[in-house]
Each structure stands twice: as C-alpha cells, then as structure tokens.
C-alpha cells in the first residue's frame, strides 16, 4: 500500500482537538502539574509537540557541517572514544596510552602526567604520532614546552590541553602568537558549573560569556579572531537529563557560531571544538555499578548531542583508584555504542524531533539572554567577581541537595531501592570518596556508620515492621519504610500483629508501626505503656504523616517517615537513637 494512501486512513487532528481531550481527562490544575516537566527554572517541557511547534525557529534548513552547526561541525557522524591515563610518571603514562590504543581508544588524554622537561614531553608523545593528544592540568609550563615541542617536531594528529584562557590574559596572547596548526592550547571548562548544579542555560550561557571575553580580550591585544577561536577547545560534563543534554550541546555550538561571527569571525572558525564527560556529580559508591547504566546514558547523549570526542570514566572512580577491568570496561561502553549499536552511522540522528529542535531553540535562546545580562553587568569575570555567578549556583546547590534529600530526585541504590545487604568499608578508599561533589555522600556516610556499628558489635540493629490494623495501608507502609530505611543501610523485618501489646515483645532496637493514620494514636496509647513497663529499649516510629503527630510525639514516638520527610534529617536522628553513633 502506498504511504499516501496509508495515510489517508488517518484524517488531521488539530491541536485544539488534543488539547480538548486531554483537559477532559486531566482537569484544571492537574494539567500544569501532570503534563508539564520543570527540568530546571525556566525551561518547562510539554508532554507533546507537533510540527507546528518548530515554525518560525531559524535552523531548521541547516545541515550537518555548515553554519550555525546546531547540527554538528562535521558533514559526516562520529566522535573520538577519548581514554583518560591517570598515571604519573611519563614512561608508564605513554605504555598506558599505547595499550589502551592497541584497545580501541582513538583519543588520549594524560591527567596527571608528570611534565617538568622537554623529554618528559617526548616520552609521553612515542608512538603516539597518529592519535590526538589532550594534556590536562596544564601549567604555563606544560603549555611552553609542548609549544617548543610543535615547532620542532610538528605532530601529525593534533595536541590541545586544558590550559584556563582567562587566567594570565598576557600568556595567553603570547601563546596564541606562537602558537601552531592543530594545537589548541585552552579550555573552557564548565564542569565546575554542573557540578555546582547550574542548569542548561546557566551551563551555556556562562561558557559563552567566558569565551566571548577571551575573545574581546585577545582582540584588543591585536589578534585575529580566527586565529583566537583556533585556541580554545569547550568542555562539558553531560548530566542524566537525556534530551535536555543533547540540547545543550546542539544549542552551544549554535550561539558560539553567532557570537563569533559578531566579532568578525569567519563561518570556517566558528565551528565549537567539543569534549563531553559523564557527571561526577550522581555518581555512587554503594550500587556502583548502576554507574556503568548512568554513564551509558550520559554518553549516549553527549553523541546524539554532537560532541568531538567522549571520554566515560570507570564504575568505580568515585570510590577508589580505578582498576584494568572498570577503565576497560568503560572503554568498551562507547566501543558498543559505536561498533555494535552503530550510534556513528548518522549525522545529527535527532535533527527533525519536534521536541529536541524546540529544546534546542529554547536553551539558546535563554542561555543568549543570560549572557547578554553578564555582558550589562561588565563580562564573565566581572560577574564571577561580583558572585553573581556563585548566589545563582548556591541556590541550585541547595534545592538539589534537598530534592536528594527528599528523595524526590533519585539516585537509584542510594537514596531509593538500596541493597541493604552491601557492604563497602572493607574496600572503598573513604578519602578518595570525599574527594569528588557528589550528592550520594551524605547517604553514603550514614551507611558507612550502620557499617562500622554492625562491625563493632557483631549484629546489625534490630529494627522491625510492625504491619497492624487496615490490611491494605499496613503493607504499602512496610514497604515505604523497608525501602526508607535502606537508605541508611539499615535492614528490617516484617511481622504481622494482631494487638498493639503484642508489639512489645519484639525486642527491637527500633519499632516501626505500620498502619492508616486513623489507627496509630489508639495502638500508640496501648503500645507505649507496655514499654515504659518492661523499660524496653524499643524506640517507636510512625510510617505516615498523621494529623495526630503532636499527641503521637507526647506519648513517645521519636520520627515520622513519609513522603515528605528529609530522609537525611529523619536518619541520622534515628541512627543517633538506637545507639549508631559516628
């Protein structure tokens, strides 16, 4: 059948019909609440689009390769599988890169390597002539000698390192003068912002006003904007939100072209040079393997999202020094997207969806404004002076940390389906943990503790589930509390009571009493006096949030658990009441 005959089966629907239906069956409020998505303050996402939603946005006749490269710098897909060498000393570095070559990594990257002369230099580079090179934390130094380097012995592929443009503007224009082909000695970084909970538009627009006040800067000291634009390489941490990350990137590489081009910038060096790294910032150390699932995602946006090349680090770089098997593993996680899930065989695999063009339309279109806002109140590093950028990134930092609390943004195995039954203090690296922001930390060390006690005295904490009175509430209340408690590493029991004194006899380090709000002030007035008699040294907790709290806390009961409890809060009292102490 033909696809236009097909088609005629299915008459138009408008919009208007849709949205008549919808509100028939989610009404009033309910719609905001139901069918809107706040990723982040300001940028609302609808539960559908149509075609109509992309008339009017600018882009949408751009191809891959050409200007403003929403959709990719290059006409054909792909990205660079970057390996990350952590070692120090140059030889073992270099032996490092060559295996993890010989491996599929297509992309190295020393982050530590040790660089103090030009040999140091030549032993990191051996054998390496044909794979681009990236040195991070790059000193003046670093950058000197890998200059000297260049212009001896020009590499055949090419070099950059991660070198701040912002930090010594005068070296920076140096370098720039003696700079290269194919060495792109600076990086703008915004790891630093999304780790500190930026959003999309904050990421975008803060890396732009960076950017644009290198430019200005180097402008004025006389050089060409191609050859400034040719410098500077943009780094960018991609977080779990799937579509809003590929977003991002398609939305900076569009406003980077346009705001290069204002300063008299040729379409050939507008095109952003992009670097993508899974977060730090949701990684855990119990579950950890639900690491491998998140970075697989983050990945996988960062190459929709178009980036040059991706580097995904080990499962367990959160919590101890990687070993052979996590960095391969990580490795072979964008070999699989690549050979065996063929993510590389299309250029811009998400140009044409309504939601991902609007998406993209939208960050670029607020990220402008925001820089235009940094630019009113005298560039990037006047505003990074003044902390207009730091009170906007406490306030995120705040209302994650409590959605995390709250458990109402989740880290899977920590804060919400954890594995009571792990264990990790026998071989975690407690300092390497606290090295890194991480939102998992605060949950991690009150697991830790209920490990230190059950080490300390032979048993974990006695803590049991006591489903009584209405058949259906007892149970989803067990369950909440089960999953609540976890979170602590503390594991429970269920047992079915028929009296609330029966409730007495199970000496428990911690009782929590699980049925309808209606119920719990009558058992509590018969269980407590039981206890008090027997000098029990039960501590009671109530799962749910009743109206009858004040009275519950008069007769005794120590915690409520809930849907709205701070999880965090609610714990660590606990953990202090049945004698787990730090």
């Not at 792909?78 to 070692?87: F, H, K, N, Q, S």
């Not at 009493?513 to 719990?520: F, I, K």
Request: with cysteine; aromatic share 8%; net charge negative.
């Amino acid at each position: 059948m033909a696809t236009e005959s097909l088609l005629a089966m299915f008459p138009p629907v408008r919009t208007e019909q849709w949205e008549h239906l919808i509100r028939e069956t989610v009404p009033g409020p309910d719609y905001a609440a139901k069918l809107i998505w706040h990723p982040e303050e300001g940028l609302p996402v609808r539960a559908y689009y149509r075609a109509e939603d992309l008339a009017g946005l600018p882009f949408l006749d751009a191809i891959p390769g050409a200007f403003p490269y929403v959709r990719g710098t290059r006409s054909e897909a792909g990205w660079r599988i970057r390996e990350e060498i952590e070692a120090v000393d140059p030889e073992e570095a270099n032996r490092a890169a060559i295996d993890a070559v010989a491996m599929g990594a297509e992309e190295i990257a020393f982050r530590r390597a040790r660089i103090e002369s030009a040999s140091d230099v030549a032993l990191l580079l051996a054998n390496l002539s044909e794979i681009p090179i990236h040195f991070g934390a790059a000193n003046q130094q670093t950058v000197r000698l890998l200059l000297e380097r260049l212009k001896k012995r020009p590499q055949a592929s090419s070099i950059s390192a991660d070198f701040d443009p912002l930090a010594d503007l005068e070296f920076s224009a140096e370098t720039i003068r003696n700079t290269p082909p194919g060495f792109r000695p600076f990086v703008i970084d915004t790891g630093e912002f999304h780790e500190s909970a930026a959003g999309v538009i904050e990421e975008v627009g803060f890396a732009l006003a960076a950017a644009v006040d290198f430019l200005a800067e180097m402008q004025d000291r006389g050089l060409e904007v191609d050859c400034v634009a040719d410098a500077i390489s943009f780094s960018f941490p991609a977080g779990p939100e799937f579509f809003i990350q590929i977003a991002k990137l398609r939305a900076f590489r569009m406003v980077w072209a346009h705001a290069l081009e204002t300063f008299g910038g040729t379409h050939d060096h507008a095109k952003a040079v992009i670097h993508a790294r899974p977060s730090h910032w949701d990684k855990t150390v119990y579950d950890r393997h639900v690491n491998v699932l998140r970075a697989t995602t983050e990945g996988m946006s960062a190459v929709l999202g178009g980036a040059d090349s991706i580097s995904i680090a080990p499962l367990d770089e959160c919590c101890k020094r990687p070993d052979e098997s996590s960095r391969r593993l990580a490795r072979n996680t964008q070999i699989i997207l690549k050979r065996e899930a063929l993510l590389d065989r299309v250029a811009d695999p998400v140009g044409g969806s309504y939601l991902i063009e609007v998406l993209t339309n939208s960050i670029a279109t607020k990220a402008w404004k925001l820089f235009q806002e940094l630019e009113d109140a005298g560039g990037y590093r006047k505003a990074r002076a003044a902390s207009i950028l730091s009170s906007v990134l406490d306030r995120r930092v705040k209302a994650r940390e409590e959605a995390i609390a709250g458990r109402k943004r989740v880290l899977t195995g920590t804060n919400r389906f954890a594995n009571v039954t792990e264990k990790v203090a026998d071989w975690a690296d407690v300092a390497w943990m606290d090295a890194m922001p991480r939102v998992a930390r605060r949950f991690e060390q009150l697991r830790l503790r209920t490990e230190r006690y059950e080490a300390l005295n032979g048993r974990s904490p006695l803590i049991v589930l006591a489903e009584i009175g209405d058949a259906r509430m007892r149970s989803a209340r067990s369950q909440f509390a089960a999953d609540f408690l976890a979170c602590a590493g503390l594991a429970s029991e269920v047992r079915r009571f028929d009296r609330p004194e029966e409730i007495g006899g199970s000496d428990a380090d911690l009782i929590v009493l699980c049925s309808s709000d209606p119920e719990y002030l009558s058992i509590a007035q018969e269980l407590m006096p039981v206890l008090r008699e027997q000098e029990s040294r039960s501590k009671v907790v109530v799962a749910g949030d009743p109206e009858t709290a004040d009275q519950l806390k008069n007769l005794g009961v120590v915690e409520f658990i809930h849907l709205r409890s701070n999880a965090i809060a609610v714990l660590t009292t606990l953990l202090q009441q049945i004698g787990v102490k730090e």
